[in-house]
């Protein structure tokens, strides 16, 4: 029962850290975009138009107050039909979302945009920067390693105090030793990324849509291990008999944190303090 309470506290601990490193990574993204001005491609969404008016506008009668007054209600206005002293204008409104995709400018033209165009649809543009090659390498590496050390730093710290405590409480004859202990705990969590593993093999063998998206949320502390090998692209995985063996590998390191957790409590070595006054006593 205690194993098992203090499995559920690892287990909470498990998913704060994963909501931590999912803004690591998102975070260290933005950074690195930030670093290269470059537009590389652009989001498009694509609108249905709905006709709402058409009127003549002259020149002559000063600046087009009709047209400003639906801009600003949101509505397009579009102009391209030209009169003698003016044009005649076309009002819109914005209707439902048909499609939207992503353009890389290396891919050359938009042949897709221009087909909607013709079609009549509205198309809306951003502008984005795509990390890739060298860059897009050192912003996994440094990601993936900072959110390694929240992980193992967060998640099997219960499991120290527990380690830490039971040296008197095994000596006392309170409890049985059981080195092994740390271990169990930590299948709670474990328990929790072998269902997003389950999840992963329904989305490849096509049982499950979003199946993908629930290994790579449940297991976030290993994005940038994840997206390597899967092929360097998270929202198009490639996955192989050796990806899908590998991805099985963030299942397990749950429990081995909290099994080397236990031990290093149960031993009475902190890692940290080791590391510090070595430090310090080097320095000196």
Sequence with gaps: MENMQSGFKVLGKYFLCVILCFF????????????????????????????????????????DKKKADFEAKGYLVKTDEKTEGGYVATVYELGEEIDAYVHEYANGKDNKKADYEKQGYLIKTAEFNILQGGPFIVYLVI??????????????????????????????????????????????????????????????????????????????????YQT???????????????????????VLLPAIVCWAGYLLGYKDINLYEKTVYKKKKEEN
Excluded: W
């Design 24 to 63: 690591t990574f998102f975070s260290f993204a933005a950074i690195f975009s930030m670093m290269d001005n470059t537009k590389d491609a652009y989001t498009a969404t694509v609108y249905e138009l709905k006709e709402v008016e058409t009127y003549t506008y002259n020149e002559a009668d000063g600046d």
């Design 143 to 224: 990601a993936q390693t900072v959110s390694l050390i929240f992980f193992v730093i967060m998640v099997p710290r219960e499991v120290y105090r527990m380690g830490s405590r039971d040296i008197n409480r095994v000596s006392r004859g309170e409890v049985r030793e059981d080195k092994l202990r740390g271990l169990k705990i930590g299948l709670v969590p474990s328990a929790c990324s072998l269902f997003s593993y389950v999840c992963l093999l329904l989305f490849k063998c096509d049982l499950l849509a979003s199946g993908h998206f629930i290994y790579q949320y449940f297991n976030y502390y290993s994005f940038g």
């Design 228 to 250: 390597l090998i899967f092929g360097g692209d998270p929202k198009a995985p490639v996955f192989s008999t050796l990806s899908m063996v590998l991805a099985f590998l963030p």
